[in-house]
């Protein structure tokens, strides 16, 4: 049976794109990297009082809008004359997407760019257990990925696998979302590198406030006290990722790994 429409939220949303030429575009962007702690950096950033949360965290406009000046708008609070404050947006949707780049581009040239990365082994095992909790993923992880890992070794495919990373979940996605430097390397292609900001997520959970000053200094705000608030704790799953498929994860990540190295002129602390 279809669900009746929300009346109220339509109503709303009318009202939030009639006024978006009101309402502020995003001044920065936090395209992911998913599972890295790009929620938990949202929550502290929109603590600063010139920071103003927006309807949701993911408003992934720039993907399903592409383009469009009054839908990238439509997701934050309308900026009265006087009133002094940025807005975000936390999509990380936009990582792997091979047109959100661009698309971010087009509409936000000057945007600041904020990029998480995370032992990707250990992403890839949050990834999957986030979809299994809900219900979307019910199949083997190790069958998965081991499927994944032999497409991402094989280029002839990947014109398809960039076809399905146009979507929010695809049978790719637990190990092409740790594969950073291919994803970073089409983001650095249209957005200066002085744009960007590059934060490993281990070292963002050992020191959050430190991490949230340099996000703050990066997207020009100045400090400001920021409350505490909970850390997010992950791994504490009902079972471990299987050894052998973990150790067929490094191996594979191992190269790539190397590739971000390169790429952000350091060590990382998992490889």
């Given at each position: 049976m279809t669900r009746p429409p929300d009346l109220r939220f339509e109503i709303e949303k009318a009202w939030r794109l009639f006024t978006a030429l009101l309402r502020p575009l995003p001044a920065f962007v936090i395209p992911g990297a998913p599972k890295c702690g790009t929620s938990m950096l949202y929550e502290f950033l929109v603590t600063h009082p010139r920071i103003r949360r927006g309807v949701r965290k993911e408003p992934t406009n720039f993907v399903h809008w592409p383009g469009s000046r009054l839908r990238a708008a439509m997701n934050y609070p309308i900026r009265w004359p006087g009133a002094n404050f940025i807005v975000g947006d936390g999509s990380v949707e936009y990582f792997t997407n091979p047109v959100a780049?661009?698309?971010?581009?087009?509409?936000?040239?000057?945007?600041?760019?904020?990029?998480l990365f995370r032992d990707p082994v250990v992403r890839a095992w949050s990834d999957y257990q986030m979809f299994r909790k809900?219900?979307?993923?019910?199949?083997?992880?190790?069958?998965?990925?081991?499927?994944?890992?032999?497409?991402?070794?094989?280029?002839?495919?990947?014109?398809?696998?960039?076809?399905?990373?146009?979507?929010?979940?695809?049978?790719?996605?637990?190990?092409?979302?740790?594969?950073?430097?291919?994803?970073?390397?089409?983001?650095?292609?249209?957005?200066?590198?002085?744009?960007?900001?590059?934060?490993?997520?281990?070292?963002?959970?050992?020191?959050?406030?430190?991490?949230?000053?340099?996000?703050?200094?990066?997207?020009?705000?100045?400090?400001?006290?920021?409350?505490?608030?909970?850390?997010?704790?992950?791994?504490?799953?009902?079972?471990?990722?299987?050894?052998?498929?973990?150790?067929?994860?490094?191996?594979?990540?191992?190269?790539?790994?190397?590739?971000?190295?390169?790429?952000?002129?350091?060590?990382?602390?998992?490889?």
């Open positions: 780049p661009r698309n971010v581009h087009d509409v936000l040239p000057n945007a600041r760019l904020v990029f809900f219900g979307t993923d019910t199949a083997d992880f190790s069958t998965t990925v081991r499927r994944a890992m032999r497409w991402l070794d094989e280029p002839s495919v990947y014109p398809l696998v960039d076809a399905a990373a146009r979507q929010a979940w695809h049978p790719a996605r637990y190990v092409l979302c740790g594969w950073y430097a291919r994803a970073l390397e089409r983001w650095l292609a249209v957005f200066p590198r002085e744009q960007c900001l590059f934060l490993i997520s281990e070292e963002f959970f050992a020191d959050p406030l430190g991490t949230t000053r340099a996000v703050l200094h990066h997207i020009r705000l100045p400090e400001a006290d920021i409350p505490p608030l909970p850390v997010s704790r992950e791994g504490c799953y009902a079972e471990s990722m299987p050894a052998e498929i973990e150790a067929e994860l490094r191996a594979f990540y191992a190269p790539r790994n190397r590739e971000l190295s390169r790429l952000l002129g350091r060590d990382l602390p998992w490889a």
